[in-house]
């Protein structure tokens, strides 16, 4: 079953706008990691947060994480068209099996 | 390599027969995944190794799929008697240990069953 729920499913912005996308999970963890997928293949590690953070960020990323509420967010600023791609948050069960799970993604289309 | 490998990047087979899918994990890397996404959809966890062993099998849909790691490097995926709803692309990744390491995919291996 799927650990993690993206919102929105889809997501249409102009260049220039901010992203933003969340994630909700199930069970307490260790950590959660944002991917990124381009055409259907191979996903890319975007940042990972850990569980006693609340907030990284990575040049146009933010990530923040709430744990009492079970949920993160993905914030992309200054949007351009080569950020047009699924993005999918990835969280660990805090039970010590290291599986981690995917959640549904956000298909992002940025327009020129 | 510089990469996780994965092989064959494309197979198309017809329903019932066996298939065989290779990984290569990032030279180092103990952890290996294996996940299935379809068309369209999340990604699917179907079981993890760190070294040879597989902590969690949890995800295999069936007992027609199985996998092993040998050497605590390459890992093979094999789907027996396949079936149409088993096409989708089988993606594996790797990370240094099975904690809290980010994953590096492969291209993965899209499966075709007639």
């Known amino acids: 079953s799927q650990q993690g729920e993206e919102d929105p499913q889809a997501l249409s912005i102009q260049e220039g706008e901010n992203a933003t996308m969340n994630c909700s999970y199930k069970t307490s963890i260790n950590n959660l990691q944002w991917y990124r997928q381009n055409s259907g293949r191979g996903l890319v590690h975007l940042i990972l947060i850990r569980s006693n953070e609340r907030e990284k960020h990575s040049g146009r990323l933010r990530v923040t994480l709430d744990t009492s509420k079970k949920s993160s967010s993905l914030l992309i600023t200054a949007s351009r068209a080569a950020d047009t791609a699924s993005y999918f948050c990835?969280?660990?069960?805090?039970?010590?099996?290291?599986?981690?799970?995917f959640g549904t993604g956000t298909r992002l289309k940025v327009l020129a | 390599g510089a990469g996780v490998s994965q092989s064959p990047s494309n197979k198309v087979t017809e329903k019932g027969k066996d298939v065989e899918l290779r990984c290569d994990p990032i030279?180092?890397?103990?952890?290996l995944y294996w996940y299935r996404q379809s068309l369209g959809q999340g990604l699917e966890f179907l079981i993890y190794f760190q070294g040879n062993s597989a902590p969690d099998k949890s995800g295999l849909p069936s007992d027609r799929f199985s996998a092993e790691r040998t050497g605590g490097s390459v890992s093979t995926l094999t789907i027996q008697r396949t079936q149409q709803e088993d096409s989708a692309v089988y993606l594996c990744?790797?990370?240094?240990?099975?904690?809290?390491?980010?994953?590096?995919f492969g291209e993965g291996s899209r499966l075709t069953v007639l």
């Open positions: 990835a969280t660990d069960e805090a039970s010590g099996t290291y599986k981690y799970i």
């Open positions: 990744a790797s990370s240094l240990r099975a904690s809290v390491w980010e994953l590096f």
């Open positions: 030279s180092g890397h103990t952890a």
